[in-house]
């Protein structure tokens, strides 16, 4: 399916804060922080209503409060993309991050892509549209936030899919846009652009910097 011009041209990103009230992000929270999702683990090829078999599988793997709230999230963040990328949707992609505190003050950055077409083909293929929801800690955290590099700087950047140090990825000023972990903060962003997690530097034993991911993409994944 080709994508919208605008929207696989131009880098963009969007904040949303409160996209989760501080009780439901809390809640989550406890659910999310021992259960942990790999990338491309799920695709959800339903993008308006999912099916039974849908609903079936995301029960083998999540409890019945973890579904429900996987349903309601993907129909509303599907709601919150631009037109064109709503109009273009198959389904999503999701997964979970878990992270403590970091020692190093490198970052890895990268694009999201069809990481199977990656290894097969070398071939970098983005989804339409990445989005991060923060679910906490509430408290206790410092570092952590998600840059997204905006197309200029990127391309002085050079290539991806490697750490850089903070502060070189800090320096590029305009160039980057950061966003700090709120709880119930949803970023959205432009599919192909690079982006990765600031160090963590502080963070108190037992709650990690948890993050529920969904990417959406205009075909099925890992084919």
């Not at 609903?55 to 129909?75: E, N, S, T, Y």
């Not at 990825?169 to 160039?175: E, T, Y």
């Not at 966003?179 to 959205?188: D, F, Q, S």
Request: glycine share 8%.
């Amino acid at each position: 399916m080709k994508r919208d011009a605008e929207t696989a041209a131009r880098s963009w990103v969007a904040e949303r804060d409160g996209f989760l009230d501080p009780a439901t992000a809390a809640a989550l929270y406890e659910r999310f922080r021992d259960l942990r999702v790999d990338s491309a683990e799920f695709y959800i090829a339903e993008c308006d209503r999912l099916s039974p078999a849908s609903r079936r599988a995301l029960g083998r793997q999540f409890p019945p409060q973890v579904v429900d709230f996987l349903i309601r999230h993907l129909g509303r963040l599907l709601e919150a993309a631009p037109p064109a990328i709503r109009a273009a949707a198959h389904g999503f992609e999701i997964w979970t991050s878990h992270v403590g505190k970091v020692e190093e003050s490198h970052s890895y950055v990268h694009i999201d892509n069809d990481e199977a077409l990656r290894a097969r083909t070398g071939n970098v293929r983005p989804p339409l549209m990445g989005s991060v929801l923060y679910l906490g800690p509430a408290a206790g955290l410092a570092g952590g936030e998600t840059y997204f590099i905006h197309d200029a700087a990127a391309e002085a950047l050079g290539p991806v899919f490697r750490f850089f140090d903070w502060a070189e990825l800090s320096a590029l000023g305009p160039g980057i846009h950061v966003t700090r972990p709120v709880p119930g903060r949803l970023a959205m962003f432009a599919g192909h652009m690079p982006h990765g997690q600031a160090p963590v530097t502080r963070v108190d034993l037992g709650a990690p910097r948890v993050v529920f991911l969904a990417n959406i993409w205009d075909a099925p994944i890992g084919c």
